[in-house]
């Protein structure tokens, strides 16, 4: 498996040639991206998860993860915040009340992007005009192919299925971008063996992170992509 965290696989396979995510497909891919990162903290040991739903930053992030720097510092610059606030901050603005700051989904893609660069997963974007201050980053074609036939090798060829792989592609079927690059009797088989490699899953943690993946549809459900 590639040596990149399952949030860093999620962003080859969700962004596009122009940096952006599907605009159809919105909500639930940067709502996705978002549990991600929130996942990959509290797996980390840098953010607590309560039993209120509620994350707490309770220690530094190490260097080698400052692609997550970004959502870091939205949940620790307050004593504690509801995991909905923080999705909604990044995925949609409909249900934050007015004194909220808005934020940007590139907010969070730009650094990942960067993360990617030094080893050459992606390419960066030309900005938009002199006095543009966004950073955008686009996969490299055969980057998004390598991910793509990782996930095929370990799910229809019954290879070993590493926790970070089964991740990944429960936040590819949750954001609906499965279908991207499946055809429906792959996409059928694959979601079959997701759930038998789910039953075999022994470490609580990953058990927590495959299950906080589950609960992005509902989180979302009804809300509109209001763009990046």
């Not at 498996?1 to 919105?26: A, D, R, W």
């Not at 995925?91 to 009340?97: D, G, I, K, Q, Y």
Request: proline share 5%; charged share 25%; with cysteine.
């Amino acid at each position: 498996m590639s040596n990149l965290s399952y949030t860093q696989q999620y962003f080859i396979c969700i962004v596009n040639e122009k940096g952006n995510i599907p605009t159809l497909k919105g909500v639930g891919v940067a709502a996705c991206l978002v549990m991600s990162e929130i996942t990959e903290l509290v797996n980390g040991g840098y953010v607590i998860w309560d039993e209120e739903n509620k994350l707490s930053a309770v220690k530094p992030l190490d260097d080698n993860l400052m692609y997550l720097k970004p959502l870091y510092e939205a949940i620790a610059c307050k004593k504690s915040e509801e995991v909905i606030r923080i999705v909604d901050l990044y995925a949609s603005n409909m249900r934050l009340p007015g004194n909220y700051p808005k934020a940007s989904l590139n907010d969070l893609l730009s650094p990942i992007g960067n993360s990617l660069l030094s080893e050459g997963w992606v390419n960066e974007l030309p900005k938009k005009g002199l006095l543009s201050k966004e950073t955008k980053y686009a996969p490299k074609p055969e980057s998004v192919t390598h991910i793509i036939e990782e996930i095929r090798g370990a799910f229809l060829e019954d290879n070993v299925i590493a926790d970070e792989m089964l991740c990944l592609v429960n936040l590819l079927d949750k954001s609906d971008i499965i279908s991207n690059y499946f055809s429906r009797n792959e996409e059928t088989l694959l979601k079959k063996n997701m759930q038998k490699a789910r039953k075999d899953v022994g470490d609580p943690s990953t058990k927590k992170m495959l299950n906080s993946i589950d609960e992005v549809p509902k989180m979302v459900s009804g809300l509109d992509w209001g763009g990046v």
